[in-house]
């Protein structure tokens, strides 16, 4: 197992770490749905004005004690550390959808997902950057599941059709070759019936520090 950015490993144990954790996620949760809210409301402008009150009310008690220091890992359902302030997985991140990555017996990955309207670039559809930035971590994790977990060097990302949001998509990956501390990625965002909307090809580099099974 390996843990990104040099970040030691500090599982989720003791019970009161665990209920913590799942309250983040929960606030997480819905400050997603917060985002959305906004993103879509339509209602009057003194409404608007009383909400934005309550919201700067409810940030200043948050921002009354804050973290200096990343998240630590918590242990997923599968035994799998999840990192909760990943911006592409994190539970306890409300940038994140959350991706759910899974990886096959093949040491492909997949992950199911649906963009949000706060994804939007184009009017009606997904910002190409967001589509990146889920490929990036795909890619990320499927060199990872294959032995080489590394750094993102290079990311080339073609755009077939455009991403709808709201809508179940199916985004997979796997690793096509490794030389020395490099390894290649392939992977792609499609629609259910297999259409691919987005491909990506990515290099990923073992930082000279983490051996093969990550930082040391
Ligand atoms: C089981 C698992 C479950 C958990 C899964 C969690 C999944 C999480 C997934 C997260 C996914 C999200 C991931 C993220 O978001 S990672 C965040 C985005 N990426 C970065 O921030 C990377 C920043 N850059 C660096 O840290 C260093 O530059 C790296 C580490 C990349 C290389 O620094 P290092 O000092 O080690 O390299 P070197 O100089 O010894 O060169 C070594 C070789 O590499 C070649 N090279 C170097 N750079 C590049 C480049 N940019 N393109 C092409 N080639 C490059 C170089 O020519 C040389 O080749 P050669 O001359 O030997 O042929």
């Known amino acids: 197992m390996f843990y990104y950015g040099g970040m030691t ?9 665990e209920a913590r954790q799942a309250a983040l996620a929960t606030l997480g949760g819905q400050t997603r749905e917060l985002i959305d809210a906004v993103v879509l409301t339509d209602v009057p402008e003194d ?4 909400v934005t009150a309550e919201l700067a009310a409810l940030t200043g008690r948050l921002r009354t004690l804050q973290r200096t220091a990343p998240q630590s890992f918590e242990a997923g ?10 911006a592409v997985i994190g539970s306890a991140n409300p940038h994140a959808l959350p991706l759910i990555v899974e990886s096959t017996p093949e040491r ?11 994804h939007e670039g184009p009017p009606g559809w997904v910002h190409g950057g967001v589509s990146a930035m889920i490929l990036d971590h ?32 199916l985004a997979t990956a796997e690793h096509t070759r490794s030389e020395g501390r490099k ?8 629609l259910p019936d297999g259409t691919v ?17 990550g930082p040391e």
């Open 77 to 86: 359902p599968d035994g799998v550390p999840r990192h909760p302030g990943n």
């Open 108 to 118: 492909t990955v997949r992950a199911e997902l649906a963009f949000r309207p706060s």
């Open 138 to 169: 795909l890619l990320g994790h499927a060199a990872a599941v294959a032995g080489s977990p590394g750094m993102t060097g290079t990311l080339s990302v073609r755009y077939r059709r455009p991403v709808p949001y709201g809508e179940p998509l």
């Open 197 to 213: 909307l987005v491909e990506a090809t990515g290099l990923f580099i073992t930082p000279s520090g983490w051996g093969r099974s």
């Open 9 to 17: 490993p500090d599982l989720a144990s003791a019970g009161n770490a």
């Open 47 to 50: 409404e608007i004005t009383a």
């Open 183 to 190: 390894t290649w990625v392939e992977g792609r965002i499609a």
